[in-house]
């Protein structure tokens, strides 16, 4: 399976800033997706990130709040803005590596906005 | 959008004990996925299992796509087994994954 890193691993931020988190992967992925797991919640999909292409944000989820970028097939960033206590969650990025659907997950970044 | 239910929601056992996790979900699907969450947030895959039947050491999973669930089975349960079981599901459009709300299993000594 792909390995996966993500950076930070955690942070504390302050209201109304904004945190920028990469996940690298070690092989070429073509879809790699974006998902929010809340305190005490299930995961939820943020968007989608194809390289080449703008992602695509589940209902919900919106650009200016969650801005993504892949410039290539190894890596990608998702933004975090204008930081609010709500947006404290745990951020983990995911890759189908293989093409078969089967998804492989980062660490995850702990966010904590106070 | 396709729904996924997860019973029971929490489960509490004694080290050596089995048990059965269930996932149902409410539309065809092309991915289904185990995981467990560990303590420190990481999702540790388990089974992939669209359809049949696998299994890996102490648990095994079961998936009858013509009725919609799915089965995990942990047998002699140890206190390294606790945490978040999650299971996931795609539907047959999409590939993003649509996840349950987990059943959290803490097991004793």
């Known amino acids: 399976s792909a390995v996966i890193s993500q950076k930070p691993s955690r942070d504390i931020c302050q209201r109304g800033t904004s945190l920028t988190i990469q996940c690298q992967v070690d092989?070429?992925?073509?879809?790699m997706f974006w998902y929010r797991q809340q305190p005490g919640q299930s995961l939820t999909l943020i968007a989608t990130?194809?390289?080449?292409?703008?992602?695509?944000?589940e209902s919900g989820f919106v650009i200016d709040k969650f801005p993504i970028s892949r410039p290539n097939l190894t890596f990608s960033t998702l933004t975090v803005s204008n930081m609010s206590p709500e947006d404290s969650s745990i951020y983990l990025c995911?890759?189908?590596?293989?093409?078969?659907?089967?998804?492989?997950f980062g660490p995850g970044t702990r966010l904590t906005v106070l | 959008g396709i729904q996924v239910e997860q019973s029971p929601p929490d489960l509490i056992l004694q080290e050596g004990a089995n048990s059965t996790l269930r996932c149902n979900f409410s539309d065809s699907v092309n991915n289904l996925q185990w995981f467990h969450q560990n303590p420190w947030g990481q999702l540790i895959n388990l089974f992939y299992?669209?359809?049949g039947t696998k299994q890996n050491g102490r648990l095994s999973a079961t998936t009858v796509a013509t009725e919609r669930y799915s089965l995990l089975y942990i047998s002699s349960s140890q206190t390294t087994d606790s945490g978040v079981y999650f299971c996931a599901v795609a539907n047959q459009a999409g590939t993003a994954l649509i996840f349950g709300k987990g059943t959290t299993l803490s097991v004793s000594s």
């Open positions: 092989s070429q992925v073509t879809m």
């Open positions: 995911s890759v189908d590596q293989t093409g078969d659907n089967e998804q492989f």
């Open positions: 299992i669209p359809s």
């Open positions: 990130a194809n390289q080449g292409s703008e992602a695509t944000y």
